[in-house]
């Protein structure tokens, strides 16, 4: 398998940054085009009540994508400062040690889940109209939670062998067969929501193979390997694990953060604006997922450069590319920002007829929600160089207050001073205090030092 000849202690950094950024951000935004493909089909093929049943089963994947992010963001950070000191066997280890146990928590998700469906979807707030869409729906999508989160950890490993190319293709292919097989399915065939299901697992797991038989067969340094099964090898396995999560948890709390935006623009709106409201708030949610990919593709592109020189003590380096990381996030910040506030009928459109109460709310909300972009990819590029100089206290402090502690204030209290526009900026207001309090602390740590 061809490869790109990368040294990341040598390579110049812009060169370095930008052959890992073209393919990941492309990559990502492929795997963030499957949740918006489903959305699409759905709500022009199966209807109102089949966007429910969606969003009722989505929460626990989120969950158990953020644990995969979480183990690969550690894992990756890991393996990078092994590499740098010639230690490719205790890399290889880390890696095989995240990925089986990755694989260990979604099937005991799967068990507690899969056996009652229904009493899974009143758990999670399934009315009796909507089960019978629910328990066509579940199945497939919860099952689909093993294919993603190898690719969660496989991704950030395969791009660290040498091989970002690789695995863009791993996203982008299952993106364009998520497309083609949500059309087949829902439309010439007639499956409907269970259609939409089995499109995103039969993609899914084509992603998921390709980065397993990659990491099987195909590695240059980064194979797995068979792990001994002793007492000692459980032992080390618990404390890498441990250290992985450590190192990971934010990106854990950053797919958390997803859900609480989810959980508390859904209550505001429908307190507020009603039906339409939360209707119009949907179709952000499904914009939203591609802002969040675009700051993590910056800071997993910059993560392997800087954990790499970290191991080296380059700081010369690591300052280089941190400040090529956040010029970056500037600079795509601002492009999605003007997006939003030129093109925002064009947007709605693609998910409802433009005649509708709720497209005229979310045509109208786009251009006030939009002003979170340039702090929101900001932070998680700032939070991103945390993880990858192991400074695992800073990474959780700020993905807790953008995630929690400003959030849900935000939703709570900018209504009533502004009415509904506080609503779409709750976002903005949450991201802005938390680029504060991260140069904040930059500008402290500097002075001390």
Not at 117 to 128: D, H, K
Not at 355 to 377: H, K, R, W
Request: aromatic share 10%; hydrophobic share 55%; net charge positive.
């Amino acid at each position: 398998m061809k490869r790109d000849a990368i040294d990341l202690g040598k390579v110049n950094i812009p060169t370095l940054f930008r052959i890992y950024l073209v393919p990941t951000l492309l990559g990502m935004l492929s795997l963030c085009a499957v949740t918006a493909t489903d959305g699409i089909f759905v709500g022009r093929g199966c209807g109102s009540d089949a966007l429910a049943a969606v969003n009722i089963c989505i929460s626990p994947t989120m969950v158990m994508m953020g644990i995969g992010l979480m183990l690969g963001v550690g894992a990756s950070v890991v393996s990078s400062v092994h590499l740098a000191n010639n230690n490719a066997k205790a890399a290889r280890l880390n890696i095989t040690q995240s990925l089986l146990v990755a694989t260990i928590v979604v099937c005991v998700f799967l068990a507690l889940t899969l056996p009652s469906v229904s009493a899974t979807g009143r758990l999670l707030g399934s009315s009796e109209n909507l089960l019978p869409l629910v328990r066509e729906y579940m199945p497939w999508i919860f099952a689909t939670c093993l294919f993603q989160v190898w690719c969660a950890i496989g991704l950030f490993v395969v791009r660290l062998d040498g091989s970002p190319r690789y695995a863009m293709w791993c996203n982008v292919l299952p993106g364009l067969l998520n497309v083609i097989l949500d059309y087949v399915f829902i439309f010439p065939l007639g499956m409907g929501i269970k259609g939409a299901a089995l499109a995103t697992f039969l993609s899914c797991m084509v992603g998921g193979g390709m980065v397993m038989a990659y990491l099987g067969w195909f590695a240059s340094t980064l194979k797995v390997i068979k792990i001994k099964i002793s007492r000692k090898s459980l032992m080390l396995t618990i404390r890498n694990i441990g250290y992985q999560c450590r190192i990971g948890i934010s990106a854990l709390l950053g797919e958390a953060t997803m859900g609480v935006l989810m959980l508390m623009g859904n209550l505001m709106f429908m307190r507020y604006m009603g039906d339409d409201g939360v209707g119009a708030f949907s179709i952000a949610c499904y914009y939203c997922p591609f802002v969040f990919m675009i700051g993590y593709a910056i800071a997993q592109s910059a993560q392997p450069i800087i954990s790499y020189n970290y191991g080296l003590d380059q700081r010369t380096r690591i300052a280089a590319t941190e400040r090529l990381a956040i010029i970056t996030s500037i600079i795509c910040g601002a492009t999605v920002t003007v997006a939003f506030n030129l093109f925002p009928e064009s947007m709605v459109c693609l998910f409802l007829d433009m005649d509708t109460e709720a497209a005229e709310i979310a045509v109208a909300g786009f251009p006030l929600y939009s002003t979170a972009f340039i702090f929101f990819i900001f932070n998680l590029t700032a939070i991103g160089y945390f993880q990858s100089v192991e400074k695992v206290l800073p990474s959780i402090v700020f993905a807790l207050l953008r995630g929690v502690l400003f959030l849900i204030p935000s939703f709570i209290i900018l209504p009533v001073i502004l009415g509904d526009n506080g609503i779409w900026l709750a976002l903005a207001a949450s991201e802005v205090m938390t680029s504060v309090s991260i140069i904040g602390y930059y500008l402290f740590v500097r002075c001390k030092d």
